[in-house]
């Protein structure tokens, strides 16, 4: 099969202007010329995207599935007042509501041209619905726990799970992975415990770290509403907790959780000696700016990760905090971000986005082999981007157009594997009228008063006083 369009975007060679791929079974057999390839190959299928932009389908390094349905929920909150609404509602929800909401985030993924994920899920529901639709990535089994005496209880069912879910992903384009979710929810000696557990049985990690200035202050001084409102609603009220008066990044140094295969979600509250610590064991970062930016955790150093040679890639979070699975939008604003609060343009470009939102994800999560450039011998996970509308023309330079003027509904076909997973208007493997009818029900079930409303919200600005 011939894929063809306007522009082919390979990412590590020039934009091939009225280019195509040549793709056999799952693989990338060759990219180049249209002209040429339909003249070395004239029996294969050509299909021809047009005024289109073909390029590696996107690595989204940080999703939440299955917190998808929280969509519009929890806006205009402050992290930590956030995470508390969201921990709330998500009591009301069943199995099946999760499931839902899991779909609805697949199906937001494959329709914007998202084709690998690095999902934490608590409930599993995420590697159900992501295993349907044959995403690529990894699935972080999320381990929560406050409580010394239950560790060794917390670990058995993590491993539990985790032993099923590889078993579930046989034969799949999904790996396996634990989730120590963040340092406010997960006891010094359970990190330990988790992480020698990993690295014994060859198991990446991933974790949020140093996101919020909340998250900051309950590690360092043992306070912020994490240590205090939400400790209260996860029971931990009478757990001690004592201030650490080290940087999140050094605290969990200690506890061993870097000696492994880590992603850190994040990364925003961190000093140079922080970057140091994770420049010394090769973290991959997973930069989520619109979630960062949304939720007013700061804006993450990425001139300083880029110039100590981390691996970066760009991530959604999810619709509970970010409201859309957009990458355009991801590039875009993270782009703006640094020029804006930089004061400059120096450093960063289109082209270095597009290519931290596709090779780079991949080398966050190791797969630059497989995936995150279209090159022969790499996995056909390909997307087409439409450019032909009145708020993209004329395309001077395709990179510029994919993060200036392009959004996620401009995606019109989605490939795994050489499988098309979506096409706009034509095929897709998930049912999208069934799971946007799901959502409603579950909509009324989380809506309710906000925290805002219920004297939290001022009680909070009291206190950051
Ligand atoms: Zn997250």
């Not at 390094?61 to 929280?70: A, D, I, K």
């Not at 010394?148 to 032993?163: F, L, T």
């Amino acid at each position: 099969m011939l894929l063809a369009a306007k522009w082919v975007l390979p990412i590590t060679s020039d934009p091939i202007e009225n280019g195509a791929i040549l793709i056999s079974k799952d693989k990338i057999k060759a990219v180049g010329g249209k002209r040429d390839l339909i003249k070395t190959h004239p029996k294969e299928t050509v299909i021809d995207f047009g005024k289109a932009i073909l390029l590696p389908g996107f690595v989204d390094t940080h999703t939440h599935l299955e917190y998808s349905v929280f969509r519009g929920m929890c806006d205009d909150l402050p992290f930590a007042l956030w995470k508390i609404q969201v921990t709330k509602k998500s009591k009301k929800l069943s199995d099946s509501d999760w499931i839902s909401s899991a779909q609805l985030g697949t199906l937001e993924a494959i329709q914007s041209g998202i084709t690998c994920i690095a999902d934490i899920s608590s409930t599993g529901a995420s590697l159900s619905t992501a295993l349907l639709a044959g995403l690529r990535g990894t699935i972080f089994c999320e381990v929560s726990g406050m409580d010394h005496s239950k560790i060794d209880e917390v670990v058995s069912c993590a491993r539990r799970n985790v032993h099923s879910w590889l078993e579930q992903s046989q034969n799949s384009h999904l790996k396996i992975g634990v989730s120590p979710f963040g340092v406010y929810t997960v006891a010094p000696p359970l990190f330990k415990a988790v992480s020698d557990w990993a690295r014994k049985e060859d198991i990446p990690l991933c974790l949020h770290l140093a996101g919020s200035p909340d998250e900051y202050s309950f590690i360092m001084y043992g306070s912020s509403l994490l240590a205090t409102t939400y400790r209260d609603l996860m029971g931990w009220s009478d757990l001690l907790w004592q201030p650490m008066g080290v940087s999140p990044v050094k605290y969990v140094e200690q506890w061993d959780v870097f000696e492994g295969e880590v992603i850190a979600v994040h990364c925003i509250q961190v000093g140079e000696r922080d970057i140091d610590i994770l420049r010394k064991y090769d973290v991959a970062i997973a930069h989520c700016p619109k979630c960062s930016a949304k939720l007013g955790m700061g804006i993450a150093p990425l001139r300083d990760f880029i110039r100590c040679g981390l691996r970066v890639g760009i991530g959604t979070d999810s619709p509970a905090s970010n409201n859309t699975m957009d990458i355009f939008d991801e590039m875009r604003t993270g782009l703006l971000l640094q020029r804006g609060a930089s004061e400059s343009v120096e450093g960063f470009s289109a082209e270095q986005f597009v290519r931290m939102a596709t090779l780079g994800g991949a080398e966050v999560l190791k797969m630059e082999g497989e995936i995150g450039s279209l090159e022969e011998g790499k996995q056909a996970d390909i997307i087409a981007v439409d450019i032909s509308h009145s708020h993209q023309i004329p395309v001077n330079d395709p990179y510029s157009a994919l993060v200036y003027t392009t959004n996620q509904e401009n995606v019109i076909f989605t490939m795994v594997g050489g499988k098309v997973l979506y096409e706009k208007n034509g095929y897709s493997i998930l049912d999208q009228e069934e799971i946007l009818a799901c959502t409603e029900p579950i909509r009324k079930k989380l809506k309710g008063r906000s925290l805002r409303h219920q004297g939290v919200w001022q009680a909070c600005r009291k206190w950051a006083r």
